[in-house]
């Protein structure tokens, strides 16, 4: 009989092959070379292909965190995109405060006060989110989906302002990805609780 630190080493190993010879090809998601825990990765691979994903790259990415690895379902999923797009709005916001400071025309300032107006909005609809998805998950998908606009009306006023930011460019851009990303989860929700609202 062999010792019993040969027979660990051996349970060890044969543990680690069968484990690894198990986890099914969709634990691996292709294009962005993120490995998941099985279901958080099924949970993630649903919501990043689904229709209302502007960008899946950018949704796998940016769901790549260890919150989101932990989360065991869809509810707790829709959680964690709506503090990640009240984060992302805060963040934006400021950059948004910091450039106001800035001197510019008054064109420029009425445009980068509606982007300030348009980012609270924001920040206040996706903290509300959070607290509708169980129980009202399709009013969750309206409220998402109304910041779409108030961001695309933002984009619309600095344009017309002619003000040259990039960096802004780039943030709206973002949160538009992260409302097709509230957008989709509440409509997976609105699926599977069909009754409850």
Known sequence: MAPPN?????LVILLSIFSFS???TSAIISKANVSLPIHSSQLVKNLCNG???QNRRFCLKALFTPE???AMDTNQLGTLIMKLGAANSKATLNVYNEIIKKP?????LKALNCCVEAYKYAILSFEMVCSK???DPQTA?????VIGPKIANCEKELM??????PRLIAENRFMKYYVSMGYEITSILELENPNEY
């Open 6 to 10: 040969q027979l660990c080493l051996l």
């Open 22 to 24: 198990c986890l099914p």
């Open 51 to 53: 229709k209302a994903i």
């Open 68 to 70: 989101v690895i932990a």
């Open 104 to 108: 510019g025309s008054p064109q420029a």
């Open 133 to 135: 998805l169980v129980e």
């Open 141 to 145: 998908n309206y409220d998402v989906a």
């Open 160 to 165: 017309n302002a002619k003000v040259q930011a």
